[in-house]
């Protein structure tokens, strides 16, 4: 089985960008107040930093979201800005070397016999023409049988 795999990566900026789009339209996703920072945190979360007001004082907060949490704002943000996703592809969230990643896994039920691949030189010489048989091509264009 053929196995696509695509791999998005996304800056600091754009995971704080998705975040407050998402907040925006899942309001008890965060409490009120405004989104300070956000970072990957290994192996699978995005830490954010809210900061919240109360009359004069002000208080920060640090949330981890993991997982589908994770996940979903970082959809958003790619549907917002017209970044294709695969209908179909199972998607996860994960940190690599210190960045915040969607996976996509295309699972492909490809049969190769029935795929036409283009071919170069390179293909072509390693291709064996059989000839038909000379007395079994006369036979069958006169409509006789041979074995």
Partial sequence: MVQDIRRLVFSPEEMLEAFQSYS??????????????????APDGIKLVVEMEYGSATQQAEFTYRGIDALRPLILYCLETNIMLPRNGHKNFSVIDSQA???????????????????????????????????????????????
Avoid: M, Q, W, Y
């Fill in 101 to 147: 990643c969607v996976t996509i896994d295309l699972d492909l039920d490809v049969n190769p016999e029935g795929l036409a691949t283009p071919l170069t030189s390179e293909h072509i010489r390693f291709i064996k023409v059989e000839e038909p048989h000379p007395v079994k091509a006369a036979a069958a264009a006169s409509g006789h049988a041979t074995s």
């Fill in 24 to 41: 925006r339209i899942t309001p008890k996703f965060l409490p009120g107040g405004v989104l300070k920072s956000c970072a990957p945190e």
